[in-house]
C-alpha cells in the first residue's frame, strides 16, 4: 500500500506523542543543540501545538523568545542529512526542508500569538492594570507585571524619569512623564502612581550620564 506523505506525517506525529520519544536529527559534540534537534522532531511531524506545550520549548514562548530559537534553528536544520558520507545521521524519512522551514515561520507566528495573549490575560489581570497599561502607552510598547522590577525611575520637580524594562530596552529609551499628564489620569492619580512605582519598581534611575559635546569639525 502506497503510503502519501501526508500520511506519513500523520504516523510519525502519533508516534512522537504516545513514546514521547526525540529522533536524533540534529547532533553536535560540541555545541548544545537539543533544543534545535526537539524543534527539528516536531517539524518533522508538523506539530505545532506540541512545539508550543513543550517543556523545553514553552520558556521561549512565555518570555517572547521563540524568534531567536526558530533563527539560530534554521541553520541547524540546513545542515540535517548534510554530513551522512562522513558518519553524521541521515535525514530522517519524511524530512522536507523547506516544509522545516515553514514549520518555523508558522511557529514564530503561533508563539507570538500566545505569548501575546498571555501576556494581556496578566495585565487584565493585575490590581494595577490602569497603570500597566499607562506606562505601556508611553512606551508604546506591552508592559506587563514581571517588567516592573526591571523599571528604574526618578522623581523630580515636574516630571518623572524612567529607564525601560530590558525586555523592551532595545527599541526604547528613557521616557519622562509630566505630572500634570499623570494627574490628568484621575484625582489623586499621581500619589498613586507614586506608590505603584515604590513598591512595585526597580528602584532608583540614578544620575543622567554626563552630556559631551561633539567635537568641533577640524579643518586643514
Not at 527539528?40 to 511531524?45: C, D, E, H, P, S
Not at 522536507?96 to 518555523?104: G, I, M, N, P, V
Amino acid at each position: 500500500m502506497k503510503i502519501t506523505r501526508r500520511q506519513l506525517r500523520e504516523i510519525i506525529k502519533e508516534s512522537l506523542l504516545v513514546e514521547g520519544e526525540m529522533q536524533d536529527i540534529i547532533v553536535n559534540s560540541y555545541e548544545d543543540v537539543e533544543d534545535y534537534n526537539i524543534l527539528a522532531n516536531y517539524a518533522l511531524a508538523n506539530d505545532i501545538q506540541g512545539a508550543l506545550a513543550d517543556p523545553a520549548l514553552k520558556p521561549y514562548v512565555e518570555k517572547n523568545e521563540m524568534g531567536w530559537v526558530v533563527d539560530e534553528a534554521g541553520g541547524w536544520f540546513e545542515t540535517v542529512g548534510e554530513y551522512e558520507e562522513d558518519g553524521g545521521p541521515s535525514a530522517p524519512e519524511g524530512w522536507d526542508r523547506d516544509a522545516a522551514y515553514q514549520f518555523l515561520n508558522d511557529l514564530e507566528d503561533a508563539a507570538w500569538k500566545e505569548y501575546d495573549k498571555m501576556a494581556k490575560a496578566a495585565i487584565a489581570g493585575d490590581p494595577d492594570q490602569e497603570f500597566l497599561e499607562f506606562l505601556g502607552n508611553q512606551w508604546s510598547s506591552m508592559i506587563e507585571p514581571n517588567d516592573m522590577e526591571g523599571i528604574k525611575w526618578k522623581e523630580y520637580k515636574k516630571y518623572i524619569r524612567l529607564k525601560p524594562p530590558p525586555s523592551i530596552s532595545h527599541g526604547v529609551g528613557e521616557i519622562n512623564i509630566q505630572k500634570d499628564e499623570i494627574n490628568r489620569l484621575y484625582s489623586g492619580a499621581l500619589e498613586d502612581f507614586m506608590d505603584f512605582l515604590t513598591t512595585r519598581a526597580g528602584g532608583d534611575a540614578g544620575r543622567r550620564p554626563a552630556y559631551k559635546k561633539s567635537p568641533p569639525p577640524m579643518y586643514d
